[in-house]
């Protein structure tokens, strides 16, 4: 257990649904992220939060849309997915950015 | 457009055997890491190098910086069939506490 829980650990829906992921973290880290990890393709970047603020949006669709209410919560929120946004979605944090970055064990998702 | 580059792309050794795979990024850095992912696990931390550090050791793993090659190095010693899994090199942009990743390492160690 690194101390990040993701939820859920798998999600099937449909490109007309509208779901969303969780992740949670108690190591009173102050930077959240989201990565998406496709088949054969680097990890990419898609939003990072620092101090509850969105500091990275990394031309990510409308499609997907984050949320940080708090230093210790984050969310994902999906809507309208295509299904080449099948991937595995993973949730990380970090104290400062620079040291050692935890992650969820991430939310294996399908798009049908 | 991704910092980091692993090579090889895939690895297959005995076990028992040494692992070497490399790092190259792109950009000034305070610190990189190396990662280790099981298949369709989370990430985990392995090892974090200085920029002003040339080598550092964690049991089996030893990492080496060049700084002015921009490159890095991650060996394992005597490898298990445990440690088959991908393994990523990362660096930091303090600025905007992006981690960007490599392309990976995916390592199999055959028993």
């Known amino acids: 257990e690194t101390g990040v829980t993701q939820t859920p650990r798998h999600l099937v829906m449909g490109m007309t649904n509208k779901k969303s992921l969780k992740c949670e973290q108690h190591?009173?880290?102050?930077?959240m992220y989201w990565y998406k990890q496709s088949a054969k393709k680097p990890l990419e970047l898609m939003f990072v939060?620092?101090?509850?603020?969105?500091?990275e949006n990394n031309s990510v669709p409308s499609r997907f849309s984050p949320e940080c209410p708090n230093s210790s919560h984050l969310f994902l929120h999906l809507h309208t997915l295509q299904p080449e946004d099948s991937a595995l979605y993973l949730c990380a944090s970090s104290r400062t950015g620079e040291a050692e970055a935890f992650f969820g064990q991430g939310t294996r998702l399908t798009v049908v | 457009s991704q910092q980091g580059e692993e090579d090889p792309q895939a690895l297959s050794i005995q076990e028992g055997e040494n692992a070497t795979m490399n790092c190259s990024y792109k950009t000034s850095i305070n610190n990189l890491q190396w990662y280790r992912q099981n298949s369709g696990r989370g990430l985990v931390h392995l090892i974090l190098i200085r920029s002003n550090e040339r080598e550092k050791h964690s049991g089996r793993l030893r990492v080496t910086l060049d700084t002015s090659k921009k490159s890095s190095s991650l060996l394992i010693t005597a490898s298990r069939a445990a440690d088959t899994a991908s393994y990523f090199c990362?660096?930091?942009?303090?600025?905007?506490?992006?981690?960007?990743f490599g392309t990976g390492t995916r390592l199999k160690v055959l028993a």
């Open positions: 990362a660096t930091v942009d303090s600025g905007t506490y992006k981690y960007i």
């Open positions: 939060y620092s101090l509850e603020e969105r500091v």
């Open positions: 190591l009173g880290h102050n930077a």
